[in-house]
Each structure stands twice: as structure tokens, then as C-alpha cells.
């Protein structure tokens, strides 16, 4: 779509003129009003001004989404979909020069049914993952998509990056959670599939394709989610391993002894504990020493027996947790711990997990890899790649959904070293061959965007990128949805 600039202008308005008939004049954003919606979280992908969208269009509702879709189709103008912008790969913001309007779907944020006996959720793509949480809570039921955005994201971008977080290791990830979807293809056309079946066997599934494609295949409007019982007992503490290769073994033994209870088991360096702290002074670390291997835990229950108390006074899973920490820690697993003792200790140590990110954005240039590896080749991932980064000036400071194999391995400058004079890309090379090599994956749970394309022109097996380019073409003929998103330019 090269288009050139007086056509562009042209087009551009005839279209808003379209939308603001379609949508009201207060849905079709223009100017200086469409800033809120040209930045993300992350402040790193911001639109030069040949990328600046035409207009930020809010739709309400399903079918105006639809009709959006099929003026943009006929108008040659791209559509970048747009949630919460909490994304970390810039994928809701426009690039490639390319004439477009955002859809933002923070109009359509509508809890639309909750079924307590089928425990699920029906919501449309603008709510914000903690209403969806709080709409569960009400009705006494779990939806336990759980990450530190949760305040600000929305669920259409959840689904549209399939996103991951703390509690994957019991409910999976989004695209587990999801039993249907409703979305916009790009000739306009409505998919629903909203009926929350838990089998349905009859051809492709359209939600998988959605999920985890970033805007690049279809505009999610809604879907319906299966629930999980409120647990009736939590608890949480936080632990020092002796060795990172002991991880899974340690993990296993807490399963084991609690009959499969945990929910998050989450890597803490002492590098990221100190940082967070530093960050946030009203935040206290969990162990006295800092422990190099650190392990926040949560495991929790349903079940009435586990509530029940103990002789002690303490729940059953409490004193379970505390009988499989003694026994670890009498054979040499771990060195330390603490089990919080009240429901503000237990949040506090959520807090600590999940101001990370935010620590890493106080604390000054640092580069995120969002990793995954199979469990048993973490400990060595991190012994061949952690000298290399030392030896060229960086350190790194890693945190991890250590239960799923995901590392958020983050690098910063070693002391005495200019961040602007290291060498980012050998850095990013020696990861990325290491990684492949020891079969991991250099998106866990952020997607692609417009940051990781090199990543995934040079690292997906080159069959895969064809059978991906394949499914694009065919659901999205031209090329619509998201430009310069997800797929790196086969001509570039
Ligand atoms: C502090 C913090 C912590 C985080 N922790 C985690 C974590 O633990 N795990 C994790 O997985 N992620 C995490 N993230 C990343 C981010 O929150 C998720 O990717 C989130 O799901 C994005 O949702 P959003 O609504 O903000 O989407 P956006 O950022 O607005 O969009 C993300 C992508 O989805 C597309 N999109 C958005 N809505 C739709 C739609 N309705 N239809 C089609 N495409 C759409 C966009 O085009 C874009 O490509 C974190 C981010 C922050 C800032």
C-alpha cells in the first residue's frame, strides 16, 4: 500500500468523514487529542510523524467495529487495534509509514454474563483485566489471569498477545483460559463463538489463530472464559534455593506434599529484590540475607479439608507448606524462608513481584529478554550466558515465572560501564544463539511487535515463518490488520 501523500490526506478524510457518521463526532479523535493514545507503557515506541495515525476511532460496539473495518478495507487504510497499551513490544502503535487509524476498544467494556453453574465469564475486549477479576470475586469465583499490568490492561490485548503472568503454572496461560471468541475479520465479517463449549471438534480453531496475533488476523471483541473456585486457603512465602538447578526437584516435592497446590513459583534474584527495594523504599526484602536464588511462592486451595485447621491453630495447607520447607531445608534444598503470617504480608510479597518492571524503569537503561527454556536447562542457560555478559561490562538483573520455564533476564550496565558504549547487539547475539541452541524461545509471553522482528527473522524455523506468513495472507489479504507487526518484511 504506497500511497502518495496528497491521495493520503484525501482518503484519509473521506474516511473520517465515514466514521464520524458511523461512530458521532466524539468517537473519531484527531489532533492533539489522539496523544493519550500515541504512547505506551513503555515510552519506547513512540510514532515519527509519518506514522501518525489518521484518527483514534472508539467504537461501541461489535457491529460498529465491523463497519469500521469494511470503510478502513475500502479506503486502503490500515487498522492497528489498541487496548490498554501495556504491551512491551510497541504492537498497539503504528510504524511502517503506512496511512491508518488506531481502534482503540476502550468502548466495548462490558461485563456481558457471568454463569456460576458453567463458571464462566463472558466480557467484551475493553475491560480492564482486574474488572473482569473483580466480576469473578463478586460471584465467589477466580479468574486468575494474573499480572502486575492488571490495573491498566484490557482483555482484547491479553488474547491478542496471549498474555502469561504468575499463575500459569496452575490455570495456564490466556489461550488456556479462553473457551471462545467473537472478533472482526478483515472483510468486516462477525466470527462468534461464544457459547463457552468446552469440546467442539468441527475444522480449524479460529480462537487459537486470534490468540497470541496481535492485531495482525482479526479485531477480538469479546469471549468467554472458564472460571476456577475462589481458593479457601492461600498460602505465601518466599525461599532461598541453594543451587538454581534445583529448582524444579524443589517445586516438584511442594507439589507433591500439598497435592498439586502451587499456583506461583517465581525466580527473584537478590540483584532484582534490591532493585525493587531501592525503588520503593516502603518496601522490605523477605529474607535477612540476600539470596541469589530466590523463590516467591504462592500455593493455595479449594478444598474444605485443606482450610480446615490444624491442631496448632494453623491451616492444614499452612502446616503442610511448613512440613515440605523443614524437610527441604534439613537435606541442603534451600537455606532460607519465611511463610507470610497475615493476608498483608502475603499481598506484600505480591507487591514485591510485581513492581519489577517498574523498578527496572526508575532504575535506568535495561534492556528486557522475555525468555523461556525447558525447566532442566535454566542453570545452564544462565552459567554460559551470565560470564559473557560480565566479561563485556553488563550485569543482568532476572526475574521469572521460574515454574513455566520463563525468564524475564534484563540487562543493565555493570558499574563503572556507560550504558550508551556496550555492546547491546553482540549481547543480544550471544543470547539468542545460546537460547537456540538449548531449545528455548525468545518470546515467552510478550509477543513480537515491532520489537522482535530480527528475533524472528533469524531464529523461527524458516517453515514456520512461511506457514505464518501463509495464514496472514489468507485471513488478511491486504494486509490491514497491524502492519509491520509479528511478521518481519520478507523483502526487507
Ligand atoms: C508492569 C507490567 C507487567 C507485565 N507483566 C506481564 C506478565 O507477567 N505476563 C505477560 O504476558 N505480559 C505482561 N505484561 C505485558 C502486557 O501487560 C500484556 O501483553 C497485556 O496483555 C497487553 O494488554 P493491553 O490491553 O495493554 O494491550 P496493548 O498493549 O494495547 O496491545 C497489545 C497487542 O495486542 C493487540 N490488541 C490489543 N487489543 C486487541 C484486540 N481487541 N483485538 C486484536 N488485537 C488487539 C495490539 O494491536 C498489540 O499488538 C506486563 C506489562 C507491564 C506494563
Same mark, same amino acid.
Given at each position: ?181 467473537? %472478533?472482526?475479520?478483515? *472483510? !468486516? +465479517?462477525? /466470527?462468534?463463538?461464544?457459547?463457552? $463449549?468446552?469440546?467442539?471438534? @468441527?475444522?480449524? #480453531? ?101 482450610? %480446615?485447621?490444624?491442631? *496448632? !491453630? +494453623?491451616? /492444614?495447607?499452612?502446616?503442610?507448606? $511448613?512440613?515440605?520447607?523443614? @524437610?527441604?531445608? #534439613? ?162
Amino acid at each position: 500500500m504506497k500511497i502518495d501523500n496528497e491521495i493520503r490526506v484525501r482518503t484519509g478524510d473521506c474516511l473520517l468523514d465515514a466514521c464520524r457518521a458511523l461512530l458521532g463526532e466524539e468517537r473519531v479523535l484527531t489532533g492533539t487529542s489522539m496523544d493519550p493514545y500515541l504512547e505506551d507503557w513503555t515510552g519506547r515506541f513512540i510514532p515519527s510523524t509519518q506514522d501518525r495515525p489518521h484518527a483514534v476511532l472508539r467504537p461501541r460496539s461489535t457491529t460498529e467495529v465491523a463497519a469500521v473495518v469494511r470503510l478502513c478495507a475500502e479506503h486502503s487504510i490500515a487498522v492497528v487495534p489498541q487496548g490498554g497499551r501495556t504491551g512491551l513490544c510497541g504492537g498497539a502503535l503504528p510504524v511502517v509509514g503506512q496511512p491508518c487509524v488506531i481502534l482503540s476498544l476502550d468502548g466495548m467494556a462490558t461485563i456481558r454474563r457471568i454463569d456460576t453453574n458453567a463458571r464462566t465469564l463472558t466480557v467484551e475486549a475493553g475491560v480492564v483485566l482486574q474488572s473482569a477479576q473483580a466480576a469473578a470475586r463478586d460471584k465467589g469465583l477466580v479468574f486468575p489471569l494474573t499480572f502486575g499490568a492488571q490495573g491498566s490492561c484490557m482483555i482484547g490485548g491479553a488474547l491478542a498477545t496471549n498474555a502469561g503472568g504468575s499463575n500459569v503454572l496452575r490455570y495456564g496461560n490466556t489461550r488456556e483460559l479462553c473457551l471462545g471468541i467473537e %472478533a472482526v475479520l478483515a *472483510d !468486516g +465479517s462477525i /466470527v462468534s463463538d461464544l457459547g463457552g $463449549l468446552r469440546k467442539n471438534n @468441527t475444522g480449524y #480453531d479460529l480462537r487459537h489463530l486470534l490468540i497470541g496475533s496481535e492485531g495482525t488476523l482479526g479485531i477480538i471483541t469479546a469471549a468467554v472464559f472458564r472460571l476456577a473456585p475462589e481458593p479457601r486457603v492461600r498460602v505465601a512465602g518466599f525461599m532461598a534455593l541453594a543451587q538454581l538447578d534445583t529448582a524444579a526437584e524443589v517445586l516438584n516435592r511442594m507439589q507433591d506434599c500439598t497435592g498439586g497446590a502451587a499456583e506461583a513459583f517465581e525466580f527473584m534474584s537478590d540483584r532484582a529484590t534490591e532493585m525493587i527495594c531501592q525503588a520503593f523504599p516502603d518496601i522490605r526484602p523477605p529474607l535477612e540475607s540476600p539470596a541469589p536464588n530466590g523463590i516467591f511462592f504462592e500455593l493455595a486451595s479449594s478444598r474444605v479439608s485443606d482450610a %480446615a485447621l490444624d491442631t *496448632d !491453630g +494453623s491451616p /492444614v495447607l499452612h502446616s503442610a507448606v $511448613l512440613d515440605a520447607l523443614g @524437610t527441604l531445608m #534439613d537435606e541442603g534444598f534451600v537455606t532460607d524462608a519465611m511463610i507470610a503470617q497475615s493476608e498483608q504480608q502475603r499481598l506484600d510479597l505480591w507487591r514485591l513481584r510485581e513492581s519489577v518492571l517498574e523498578a527496572m524503569m526508575h532504575h535506568g537503561p535495561v534492556y528486557p529478554f522475555d525468555i523461556s527454556l525447558p525447566l532442566s536447562r535454566i542453570a545452564e542457560f544462565l552459567s554460559r550466558v551470565d560470564p559473557v555478559m560480565q566479561q563485556i561490562g553488563f550485569v543482568h538483573v532476572t526475574v521469572g515465572h521460574l515454574g513455566d520455564g520463563n525468564l524475564h533476564y534484563a540487562l543493565t550496565a555493570a558499574p563503572g560501564h556507560d550504558w550508551n558504549a556496550l555492546p547491546l547487539d553482540a549481547a543480544r547475539t550471544v543470547i539468542l544463539d545460546v537460547l537456540t541452541e538449548l531449545g528455548g524461545a525468545f518470546s515467552a509471553e510478550h509477543g513480537i511487535g515491532q520489537d522482535k522482528l530480527d528475533a524472528m527473522r533469524y531464529h523461527k524455523q524458516p517453515a514456520q515463518l512461511a506457514a505464518l506468513r501463509a495464514i496472514k495472507s489468507a485471513l488478511d489479504p491486504e494486509g490491514i490488520f497491524n502492519p509491520g507487526k509479528l511478521l518481519p518484511d520478507p523483502h526487507a
